[in-house]
């Protein structure tokens, strides 16, 4: 019998050429998955399949766009016809007081992390069946009050509800919504958050000395805790919100 925990199964990761989705991509081939990932940058997309190798397959589509949604969906249904587990995880971050939130960056996050989460959904829905699981990739700001997060903080928490939401939906079909929420973790994005060199160091000082544990997670530590959502391992856990931050929103 296979140990792996996703043995022949297919895995859609939105956002999987860059931090935790790439490292979640990892995970779910070493555990036998074929991944499909999908990120904006063909480049770093390419990058991604070729470290990944065959089980992975690359597409490019943008995931604010609902015509990329569409032609993600009509490639999985020609290449593989089914999905069994969905990471909803592209999502963008910048973290800028109120009175300097514009137009734009407020259509910019909420376009990606909120409306692009939901289409997403909705849009592959129809390749799931009966024992799939759907992971939502929100964020601790969504359940604490973090300075200079509003836009950022908003659409996680309409995330976590999206996800509570869908799970009492999809239920009767046998399909798994749940939760990953983060804290701090080493990725790309924290260089894109739009501060200054010594205003991110200040930045992860700052948090490190907040967290706990006194560190910020790894991206594969979040895909370990994704992996558990993902799979039979957490069968009877539904609409949950698991919480993987070094303790800083519980202690
Ligand atoms: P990252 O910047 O390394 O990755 C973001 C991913 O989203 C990339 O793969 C990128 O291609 C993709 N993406 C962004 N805009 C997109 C678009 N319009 N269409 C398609 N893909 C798009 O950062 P990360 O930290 O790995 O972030 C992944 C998720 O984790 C995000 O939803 C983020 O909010 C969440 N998160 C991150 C942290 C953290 O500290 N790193 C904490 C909590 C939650």
Not at 77 to 101: M, S
Not at 130 to 138: D, F, P, Q
Not at 210 to 220: F, N, S, Y
């Amino acid at each position: 019998m296979s140990t792996q925990k996703l043995a022949g199964k297919v895995a859609v990761i939105t956002g999987g050429n860059s931090g935790i989705g790439l490292a979640t991509a990892q995970e779910f081939v070493q555990q036998g998955a074929r991944v499909i990932i999908t990120g904006r940058d063909p480049e770093t997309l390419q990058e991604a399949a070729r470290q990944l190798g065959e089980a992975v397959f690359a597409l490019r589509a943008d995931t604010s766009r609902l015509e990329d949604i569409d032609a993600l969906a009509a490639a999985v249904r020609e290449r593989f016809n089914r999905i069994d587990v969905l990471f909803v995880n592209a999502g963008v971050g910048k973290f800028v007081p109120i009175d300097a939130v514009t137009e734009e960056i407020f259509d910019e996050m909420v376009n990606i992390n909120l409306k692009g989460a939901y289409f997403t959904i909705q849009k592959l829905l129809p390749l799931m069946e009966h024992g799939g699981s759907i992971v939502l990739n929100a964020s601790i700001a969504g359940l604490i009050g973090m300075p200079n997060t509003s836009v950022y903080s908003a659409t996680k928490a309409a995330v976590r509800n999206l996800a509570r939401t869908l799970s009492a939906e999809l239920v009767e079909r046998g399909i798994r919504v749940n939760i990953v929420s983060p804290g701090p973790v080493d990725t790309p994005i924290l260089d894109r958050l739009g501060f200054s060199a010594v205003q991110l160091a200040e930045f992860k000082d700052e948090i490190r000395q907040k967290v706990p544990m006194k560190r910020v997670g790894a991206p594969q530590e979040i895909a370990k805790t994704v992996l558990f959502l993902a799979s039979d391992d957490s069968s009877f856990v539904l609409g949950a919100e698991l919480v993987a931050d070094g303790g800083l929103s519980q202690l």
